[in-house]
């Protein structure tokens, strides 16, 4: 079945992480986009990889940190460099989808999709995302409504908001679209397990996909402070928008876009999405990528083992012997070796925040 | 009181270890007489430095491996080049002392006295041990005995063996010395328990106090197959003494001086010693020595840690950071990092083994 649609799609990939939960491997300087753990390839990379055939690297743009974006370039070569957008502070993804949404109307004013897609995560199952993505696209080309692709949960996940669906559309394409009834914070483990068994409830992954027109609309209505961005980024030329962005940027408000706008729409389309997507939090979901050795540990680099399990260690160009310890994260990155409870890892944020107050805390956070 | 004995006097360390159990930061080319995790100096230095003021460095030999010569010399450079003796290849300490008598007869046929003192133990009240190592020299010389400090127990440790003391001796000297009756192997917990209560037991820490003399003659009744080694070490110029050993050692037994002689002889006279005497025989016992930080963690170098007590991590120029890990030894070393539980440290050992096994293993142990 042709796309038509799929002329108008864009990628606009959001890569502003910063480095807290992968690190020590991961920094302000590597976040976690730029982990090879997974493949080989950057996670980064894979996201731009797995669109392929869906649209040419024209048509992919990435929006990072400005210091972020001579690596991303690196990661992403195929992409023109002018594609590869540097915010000059993190605004949350408010701002950068306001960003994208100029970005997109200022290459396809009339019919120009932005595809809102996230940087860091894993999908296992690549051309089925491609299938949903581009059917999201035609429903988005179509329809005065964003679409999100909401991920079928596989465990009663607290980590995640979820997406509470409605009533299934007839759209006549492969992809199962439902009515977003609303968008929910991260639940409690009885309220998230309720969410799983219910069958009606997605995670929000953060992937919308809405014509720039009617995102502009969206973000008129519901954050006018952000139009401003959206309607100068449509008009200015790539070689100006590092100017326009720090004149702009400062005085914005961190808000998510769950928070300013989606939480606010009336019409809102949710894809059904299962094709092994992960977002890999933490250390601990590490595990659910990498097979355990033999002796029971995930290990990526050169491990030896005695009596030692369920551990999850990163060790490449260094050899870490374990004796009697179970349940521990070991990272060596630089010079820097992190040894953490598997189950502590949620907390890594204040360890990295601990160590960045140091007089030289910049050397490895 | 003046002590013409002393004048006789020779200490002749044992330096023989090999890096197994503080490994990684041991290893076979810098076993744990080279650490200098306590007071900054190597404990073979401060086993030689406490001697200071007793015997001259020209009365002071250290026995080693043929391989830890050089670095031998450097550790104790005020000590004559000569005076540091490498083995071809370990047989235990039987050979070594034999070895030892010989070269303190060498020195000094009539009247020497050989002090067999221990490279890799801490002593914190130098001057006491200084006192019973005189003291004791002074009975050597003037009878026909060994004397063996025995340490004062203070907790009980299944790790050593046992000396069991009889009737006290009236020396007119500060150091109480008693018979001994024999000499156990190392006990059960329960065993211990009883050996520490009863105050009549010492561990025995592998230092003997002899006359070459009759350390000849309890070689020549008890380990005939040491005599000539003995006998030839005794009239080998220093520049021959390589070749000596080459040819003698390969085909002597590995047998321990406890077992060889020790157990056989009938009069040994024990010293009381308490001052402060610890091998520092794991890991975990390097707790003992170092005061835990604010944060309850033992820590050489650079930590950092949240919800984490009672680890040891030893971390020169390297940072580590600890999150929710409890009761666990961290270790870098060159290439290497060791994580264990402070319980396992005993099987160190094994897991030195198991890397020494792998084709790299060379690189590690």
């Not at 400005?66 to 070569?77: E, F, G, H, Q």
């Not at 540097?86 to 408010?94: I, L, V, Y």
């Not at 959206?230 to 008009?235: F, G, I, R, S």
């Not at 706008?261 to 997507?277: H, L, N, Y």
């Amino acid at each position: 079945m042709t796309n038509p649609a799929l002329s108008h799609a864009y990628a606009v990939i959001l890569a502003g992480g910063r480095g807290e939960r992968f690190w020590p491997l991961s920094t302000a300087a590597r976040p976690k986009q730029f982990l090879t753990l997974f493949g080989g390839k950057t996670l980064l990379s894979q996201a731009v990889e797995r669109l392929a055939g869906l649209m040419p690297p024209e048509r992919i743009l990435v929006i990072t940190s400005r210091d972020l974006v001579p690596v991303t370039r690196a990661a992403a070569p195929k992409l023109p460099p002018q594609n590869v957008i540097g915010e000059p502070m993190g605004r949350d993804t408010a701002a950068a989808c306001a960003l994208a949404c100029g970005l997109v109307a200022h290459r396809d004013p009339q019919g120009g999709v932005a595809c809102i897609l996230t940087a860091d995560q894993l999908m296992t199952d690549a051309a089925t995302f491609r299938q949903i993505l581009a059917d999201s696209v035609a429903i988005a080309a179509a329809r005065e409504t964003i679409v999100t692709i909401g991920i079928q949960p596989t465990y009663p996940s607290t980590g995640f908001g979820y997406i509470e669906a409605g009533e299934a559309l007839d759209t006549g394409s492969v992809t199962r679209f439902e009515r977003a009834r609303r968008f929910v914070e991260k639940p409690n483990a009885e309220v998230a397990a309720r969410y799983v068994a219910d069958g009606k409830h997605y995670w929000n992954a953060g992937m919308f996909i809405w014509r720039a027109a009617f995102m502009r609309q969206a973000i008129q209505q519901h954050a006018p402070h952000l139009l401003e961005l959206c309607d100068k980024a449509a008009t200015t030329p790539p070689a100006k928008l590092d100017a326009l962005l720090d004149a702009l940027y400062p005085p914005l408000p961190k808000i998510s876009v769950d928070f300013a706008i989606m939480e606010k729409m009336s019409d809102i389309v949710v894809a059904r999405g299962a094709f092994g997507w992960d977002d890999v939090g933490t250390w601990a979901a590490v595990g659910n990528h990498i097979l355990a050795n033999a002796a029971q540990n995930v290990v990526v680099g050169d491990c030896e083992a005695i009596d030692a399990t369920d551990n999850v260690v990163i060790s490449e160009g260094r050899l870490t012997a374990l004796l009697g310890v179970k349940n521990v994260v070991v990272v060596h990155a630089g010079n820097v070796t992190l040894v953490c409870d598997r189950d502590r890892v949620q907390d890594l944020k204040k360890l990295v925040q601990q160590v960045g107050k140091r007089a030289d805390g910049a050397k490895y956070v």
